[in-house]
């Protein structure tokens, strides 16, 4: 009498074995015996922090490709990452577009070995399944991939709760997931306004936010490469450099309040406080320039009066 197979029941053993696999490969490379599907994975009996340990010390690994893709054998994106195992096979050259896993995996090795950083690089594309289209003309785009990745990171939060006891790295991946593509616009044609902005809105970001950037530029052509890490370059540059000198010198005139008074016949007041504040960020919004004489702001001000609160 035939026997029907019987799949091997859940055990939390194989997923801490999976798990451990994984790091192995992560921190050693991979083995010279191939990783096998673990049968009977029950991640669900384990904690989100024994989870999270091990995805740490994967995506930390020297060798993390090797340890993803003994996460991906093994069967633990399945269970856990499913949005990851999504990537997988997605592109390979039948759409004339790179295969967004192998591009994942390089982003995440190529990335600084901090953990933002690592997880930001290993999601910052999950959004791509869902936006992917193609023009009449045969051209590949993912138009608004990294604000659907952003959601999508929030919905597998939600329901593995990885980071739930870590809520300020929570805050950074999904930032990072949102604004991956924003460096990578720079084209050395802003004006020092824009680059002011660009830093303001990204805040204490900024320096995971360009090494992912650099990392995100994975194509085999060396000259293309060296270019875009040398955009990517130059845009920290010039923030460091304007940050340095806004500290030397404001953007706004020495006695430009005072000026005001005179010009619109204003007491000293919490209103001069508060059109300064607006001339700044008109500044950094690019609508008139930093550090001109202060008569260029009493006629900017003059022509915005309602704007600035006057009558």
């Not at 010390?57 to 633990?76: F, K, P, Q, T, W």
């Not at 930001?120 to 990745?149: C, M, N, Q």
């Not at 340095?244 to 007491?267: H, R």
Request: hydrophobic letters at 40%; glycine letters at 8%.
């Amino acid at each position: 009498m035939s026997q029907e197979s019987v799949a091997p029941a859940a055990d939390p053993a194989r997923a801490i074995d999976a798990l451990e696999r994984a790091v192995v490969c992560a921190e050693r490379g991979a083995p010279d015996r191939p990783v096998a599907l673990i049968g009977g994975l029950d991640l669900n009996a384990l904690g989100p922090l024994d989870i999270r340990a091990h995805l740490d010390r994967v995506l930390m690994g020297e060798h993390a490709d090797a340890g993803l893709d003994s996460l991906l054998v093994s069967g633990v994106l399945d269970s856990v990452l499913p949005e990851i195992k999504a990537l997988v096979g997605f592109g390979d050259g039948e759409w004339r577009h790179k295969d967004v896993w192998k591009h994942t995996k390089q982003v995440v090795i190529q990335s600084a070995q901090r953990v933002e950083v690592r997880y930001s690089a290993l999601f910052h594309d999950i959004g791509k399944v869902r936006t992917r289209s193609i023009s009449p003309s045969g051209e590949v785009h993912f138009f608004g991939h990294a604000e659907v990745g952003a959601r999508m990171f929030d919905k597998l939060e939600r329901r593995q709760r990885l980071f739930a006891a870590d809520p300020a790295l929570r805050d950074e991946v999904r930032f990072l997931v949102l604004h991956h593509l924003r460096a990578s616009q720079y084209d050395g044609k802003w004006t020092n306004s824009a680059v002011r902005r660009f830093a303001k809105e990204i805040g204490p970001y900024l320096e995971d936010l360009l090494c992912l950037s650099r990392a995100d530029i994975t194509t085999k052509r060396p000259e293309k490469k060296r270019r875009g890490i040398s955009q990517i370059d130059e845009l920290g540059e010039r923030i460091s450099h304007l940050a340095a000198e806004d500290a030397l010198q404001p953007l706004l005139p020495t006695g430009v309040g005072s000026e005001l008074m005179v010009a619109f016949k204003l007491p000293p007041s919490r209103l001069i406080g508060d059109i300064k504040r607006a001339l700044e960020a008109a500044v950094d919004a690019g609508e008139i320039e930093g550090r001109l004489e202060s008569s260029a702001y009493i006629e900017f001000v003059g022509q915005n009066r309602q704007r600035f609160g006057l009558p």
